[in-house]
């Protein structure tokens, strides 16, 4: 049987296992039941009640949200659920409630609880983040010809990992790795070879061991600069460590961000290519764990548009409000704050012709976006409010704009990002023109 702690990360697996919202698992207070991950979705099925009286062990939980449940694998592994919440109940047994829970992520270790909490200090961990591994690259295989027979010759070289970079956050002092790994299985005959990009990126500490929540603060930190880099939904997807204490931990993270719909990803996917920027990501990647305070507000302000479900209206008025907090030292109104970023935008982005045919020059669409935004967040009405389509197409350029700001704000040449103007260049020439992009 496979240890838990073993298990590979990218896969699904389920384990059954004994729980309990006490942290002293004995007869008297837990259930069995059986967990289920899948890529980022935890879930916990319980046959029967949790239960935290301390008395009588038929007493009904309820609850919604509950911080820690306590599990004991059938492998011999400890397990902490945080952030449980009850999605519902079934008679899946007979005579017997099963009883399902949502979780937010899960540690494993197989260590005791007490050691585990007394020391959550890690001297190395790795993570992944969702669909990274996809977008990083993985030279773990190779294909070659004979050169007599032309025959194809697979050859798999040993996981490889590159120093990426050093930075400073939060009082510690870091350096990231990029860890290249992965799978592929393949029979003799070579008809069929399955690959696993298991790309991931390894942080570790120059001095003291990290503590679990300082290292959660990193992956979340480095999850927003790959959302923006990217310009998609990226989220913690698991981290594994070693502890302090010689002990192994895992934490597997459901995915923090509602799951957009196919459409609106598809039509807005602008995603630079890894050899486009590989060189200049190892600068930029510091400089996002060096940001100052006005900048931090403005990638989060684009970072919520892109990772929440939204009305159009919401999604201006929250660039327009980032935009005002990057720029609050300035002495100028909201339409001189506009005009200043849109100078650093490229001409793919903010392009003439794409504005004239669709909206309006450049001056006006500046001047119909302070106006909207006034309309919408104090209902006073000026003249060329943007509406219906004209407000989709001007808040999506704002977006893409502030996204490309963001990205020379730290570091990213306009060569290295020539791929993004290119692609953004594209779809306004073809899907906006012919009425194709849908929000």
Same mark, same amino acid.
């Given at each position: %049987?496979?240890?838990?702690?073993?298990?590979? %990360?990218?896969?699904?697996?389920?384990?059954?296992?004994?729980?309990?919202?006490?942290?002293?698992?004995?007869?008297?207070?837990?259930?069995?039941?059986?967990?289920?991950?899948?890529?980022?979705?935890?879930?916990?099925?319980?046959?029967?009640?949790?239960?935290?009286?301390?008395?009588?062990?038929?007493?009904?939980? *309820?609850?919604?949200?509950?911080?820690?449940?306590?599990?004991?694998?059938?492998?011999?592994?400890?397990?902490?659920?945080?952030?449980?919440?009850?999605?519902?109940?079934?008679?899946?047994?007979?005579?017997?409630?099963?009883?399902?829970?949502?979780?937010?992520?899960?540690?494993?270790?197989?260590?005791?609880?007490?050691?585990?909490?007394?020391?959550?200090?890690?001297?190395?961990?790795?993570?992944?983040?969702?669909?990274?591994?996809?977008?990083?690259?993985?030279?773990?295989?190779?294909?070659?010809?004979?050169?007599?027979?032309?025959?194809?010759?697979?050859?798999?070289?040993?996981?490889?990992?590159?120093?990426?970079?050093?930075?400073?956050?939060?009082?510690?002092?870091?350096?990231?790795?990029?860890?290249?790994?992965?799978?592929?299985?393949?029979?003799?005959?070579?008809?069929?070879?399955?690959?696993?990009?298991?790309?991931?990126?390894?942080?570790?500490? *120059?001095?003291?061991?990290?503590? %679990?929540?300082?290292?959660?603060?990193?992956?979340?930190?480095?999850?927003?600069?790959?959302?923006?880099?990217?310009?998609?939904?990226?989220?913690?997807?698991?981290?594994?460590?070693?502890?302090?204490?010689?002990?192994?931990?895992?934490?597997?993270?459901?995915?923090?961000?509602?799951?957009?719909?196919?459409?609106?990803?598809?039509?807005?996917?602008?995603?630079?290519?890894? *050899?486009?920027?590989?060189?200049?990501?190892?600068?930029?990647?510091?400089?996002?764990?060096? %940001?100052?305070?006005?900048?931090?507000?403005?990638?989060?302000?684009?970072?919520?548009?892109?990772?929440?479900?939204?009305?159009?209206?919401?999604?201006?008025?929250?660039?327009?409000?980032?935009?005002?907090?990057?720029?609050?030292?300035?002495?100028?109104?909201?339409?001189?704050?506009?005009?200043?970023?849109?100078?650093?935008?490229?001409?793919?982005?903010?392009?003439?012709?794409?504005?004239?045919?669709?909206?309006?020059?450049?001056?006006?669409?500046?001047?119909?976006?302070?106006?909207?935004?006034?309309?919408?967040?104090?209902?006073?009405?000026?003249?060329?409010?943007?509406?219906?389509?004209?407000?989709?197409?001007?808040?999506?350029?704002?977006?893409?704009?502030?996204?490309?700001?963001?990205?020379?704000?730290?570091?990213?040449?306009?060569?290295?990002?020539?791929?993004?103007?290119?692609?953004?260049?594209?779809?306004?020439?073809?899907?906006?023109?012919?009425?194709?992009?849908?929000?």
């Amino acid at each position: %049987m496979t240890k838990l702690i073993n298990e590979n %990360m990218f896969d699904r697996f389920e384990f059954q296992g004994i729980w309990s919202v006490k942290k002293e698992i004995n007869p008297e207070n837990w259930i069995p039941g059986k967990l289920h991950y899948d890529s980022g979705n935890i879930l916990l099925e319980v046959f029967g009640t949790l239960n935290v009286s301390e008395t009588s062990a038929i007493d009904v939980l *309820n609850f919604e949200d509950y911080e820690s449940v306590f599990g004991f694998a059938q492998t011999g592994e400890n397990i902490v659920l945080s952030t449980v919440s009850m999605i519902g109940n079934t008679n899946s047994i007979p005579g017997l409630i099963s009883e399902r829970y949502q979780v937010s992520d899960m540690l494993i270790t197989n260590g005791n609880f007490n050691k585990v909490t007394q020391r959550q200090y890690l001297s190395f961990f790795r993570f992944s983040l969702t669909d990274l591994n996809v977008w990083l690259p993985n030279n773990m295989l190779t294909i070659k010809k004979e050169p007599k027979s032309g025959k194809q010759i697979f050859e798999v070289k040993k996981p490889e990992r590159k120093l990426l970079t050093s930075f400073a956050f939060d009082g510690g002092n870091f350096s990231v790795s990029l860890d290249e790994s992965g799978t592929i299985n393949y029979p003799r005959e070579l008809l069929k070879v399955n690959i696993k990009n298991e790309t991931g990126l390894i942080i570790e500490p *120059n001095s003291n061991a990290v503590s %679990m929540l300082q290292s959660t603060k990193i992956v979340n930190e480095t999850a927003k600069f790959f959302t923006v880099l990217l310009g998609e939904t990226i989220s913690a997807k698991y981290l594994q460590g070693n502890l302090s204490n010689g002990l192994k931990a895992n934490v597997l993270f459901n995915q923090t961000y509602p799951i957009r719909s196919v459409e609106r990803e598809s039509d807005l996917r602008i995603t630079p290519r890894y *050899n486009d920027v590989e060189d200049e990501l190892p600068n930029s990647l510091t400089k996002w764990f060096d %940001m100052s305070s006005e900048l931090k507000l403005l990638a989060d302000d684009y970072i919520l548009t892109v990772t929440q479900e939204s009305i159009i209206e919401n999604t201006l008025i929250n660039l327009t409000e980032g935009i005002e907090s990057f720029f609050r030292n300035r002495d100028a109104c909201l339409r001189d704050k506009l005009t200043f970023l849109f100078k650093r935008v490229p001409n793919e982005i903010l392009n003439r012709d794409v504005l004239q045919k669709s909206i309006d020059s450049e001056d006006d669409f500046i001047k119909s976006l302070v106006n909207t935004r006034v309309y919408l967040t104090h209902g006073k009405v000026r003249p060329g409010i943007y509406k219906d389509e004209k407000l989709i197409i001007a808040t999506r350029i704002l977006q893409l704009s502030v996204r490309y700001f963001l990205l020379s704000e730290i570091g990213f040449s306009k060569r290295s990002l020539q791929s993004v103007g290119a692609d953004i260049a594209e779809i306004f020439h073809t899907r906006f023109f012919n009425n194709e992009l849908h929000f």
